[in-house]
T-cell receptor, first 112, second 113 residues
């Protein structure tokens, strides 16, 4: 049973546009929600993360929006660039209790 | 500051063989987790080592085993390889006090023929 559902599976965005990736979770005990970026042939790199006590976190062009009541969170990439083309994974964890649980990933392509 | 390192980068084995993958954690980290990432999928948790002991284990058979050394480096061993074991094997390190913040290595690509 998948605990973190991620959508869409793939996404094509024009350069300068906004990329939006959504995730939904089931386990209300999750207390940390990171996003990872993975380029082909590389390991996932921690991009940004949020805890459920805040509704939004912004780092540069990357923003996480968190809706605790809906058990959903999303990644917004503003002013998307071709260099952002990668696979993005959302994840969730109960610190000290469960391992990281990943979504299935979203392949983002930013075209000029 | 060296990040998480893994060796080898690529490996080709045949069915039934055994394989050992190695990981050195990021400086200052004492916890190592191993993940299997099949093509087009998200990483799946195999197990986690802390203080040289397996602390958590995912839904993987006993053919998958591991070890952590006093210097916090770790090995993943897979016995009796199956075609389905072909995947990218990722090592992630974290500090025992901030275990939710995990940093991944580049992975070892294993191909079983």
């Amino acid at each position: 049973q998948q605990q973190v559902k991620q959508s869409p599976q793939s996404l094509i965005v024009q350069k300068g546009g906004i990329s939006i990736i959504n995730c939904a979770y089931e386990n209300t005990a999750f207390d940390y929600f990171p996003w990872y970026q993975q380029f082909p042939g590389k390991g996932p790199a921690l991009l940004i993360a949020i805890r459920p006590d805040v509704s939004e976190k912004k780092e540069g062009r990357f923003t996480i929006s968190f809706n605790k009541s809906a058990k959903q969170f999303s990644l917004h990439i503003m002013d998307s660039q071709p260099g952002d083309s990668a696979t993005y994974f959302c994840a969730a964890i109960v610190a000290g209790n469960t391992p990281l649980v990943f979504g299935k990933g979203t392949r983002l392509s930013v075209i000029a | 500051d060296a990040g998480v390192t893994q060796s080898p980068t690529h490996l080709i084995k045949t069915r039934g063989q055994q394989v050992t993958l190695r990981c050195s954690p990021k400086s200052g980290h004492d916890t190592v987790s191993w993940y299997q990432q099949a093509l087009g999928q998200g990483p799946q948790f195999i197990f986690q080592y802390y203080e040289e002991e397996e602390r958590q284990r995912g839904n993987f058979p006993d053919r998958f085993s591991g070890h952590q050394f006093p210097n916090y480096s770790s090995e993943l061993n897979v016995n009796a390889l199956l075609l389905g074991d072909s995947a990218l094997y990722l090592c992630a390190s974290s500090s025992g006090t901030l275990e939710e913040t995990q940093y991944f290595g580049p992975g070892t690509r294993l191909l079983v023929l």
